[in-house]
Nanobody
Framework: QVQLVESGGGLVQAGGSLTLACAAS????????VGWFRQAPGKERELVGL???????YYTKHAKGRFTISRDNAEHTLLLQMNSLRTEDTAVYYC??????????????????WGQGTQVTVSS
């Protein structure tokens, strides 16, 4: 099991930037694929992007061109840098870790471990 703690959420104006961090502890971090999800009020949780354990990065349509995901295996951290934020980016953002290498698992949220989430609010 990997313990995950997010930080960096807050209130930002539309067009602004915010960087979220996820600190991991427990099992060998480098063995896991790690990713970011978000859940807006009244909506289902959705995958934002992930970093495979081999370092490859995948972005969903929600992140492409505006968000950057990175991981530091030495520091056991995962970052989500968000630029050009929009009001529709308002959500609770969660980091997650899993051993699965299936896109279907990640899109459905069928992964092993979750953080508690951090609120991001983008005002107009």
């Amino acid at each position: 099991q990997v313990q995950l703690v997010e930080s960096g959420g807050g209130l930002v104006q539309a067009g602004g930037s915010l960087t979220l961090a996820c600190a991991a502890s427990g099992r060998i971090f480098s063995d896991y694929t790690v990713g970011w999800f978000r859940q807006a009020p009244g909506k289902e949780r959705e995958l934002v992007g992930l970093v495979w354990n081999d370092g490859g990065i995948y972005y969903t349509k929600h992140a492409k061109g505006r968000f950057t995901i990175s991981r530091d295996n030495a520091e056991h951290t995962l970052l989500l840098q968000m630029n050009s934020l929009r009001t529709e980016d308002t959500a609770v953002y969660y980091c997650a870790a899993g051993r699965t290498k299936l896109f279907s698992d990640w899109y459905s949220g069928a992964v092993d471990d979750w953080g508690q989430g951090t609120q991001v609010t983008v005002s107009s």
